[in-house]
């Protein structure tokens, strides 16, 4: 759940702009795995499951644009990097990244 800020630049019917806000991300890491070790005199083998979730407050910035199609409906894209990390076990890990989106609008 994020809430962001457009600042738009319209050109006829495509709108260029800025975004940046804030807001919650919702994480969750699910690991399987399994080890063998086979020697002439041994097999061992070894397997673990477990998973582990995590909410964290993030940033994010990015750019876009939308072309209207009609006076009231818009396509368009947008770009953005989220600056967020989550713990799930020991050290911090980071879950940001570029994100694209894609957008389908209606104008009231």
């Known amino acids: 759940m994020t809430v962001t800020l457009k600042a738009l630049l319209p050109f006829g019917r495509v709108e260029f702009f800025a975004l940046g806000g ?3 991300y919702f994480a969750n890491m699910d690991v399987n795995w399994t080890y063998s070790n086979v020697t002439p005199l041994d097999v061992t083998e070894m397997h673990s499951e477990w998973s582990a979730s995590d909410t964290t407050f993030g ?3 990015g750019v876009g644009f939308n072309v ?5 409906v818009l ?3 947008d770009l953005r990097y ?3 990390s989550a713990q799930f076990v020991g050290p911090t890990t980071n879950i940001g ?3 694209l989106g894609a ?5 009231f």
Request: charged share 10%; hydrophobic share 50%.
């Open 97 to 99: 990244g570029l994100r």
């Open 75 to 77: 396509l368009g894209a």
């Open 68 to 72: 209207h199609v009609t006076s009231r």
């Open 22 to 24: 804030a807001g919650f």
């Open 59 to 61: 940033v994010h910035a």
């Open 82 to 84: 989220v600056f967020a």
């Open 103 to 107: 957008v389908l609008g209606y104008r």
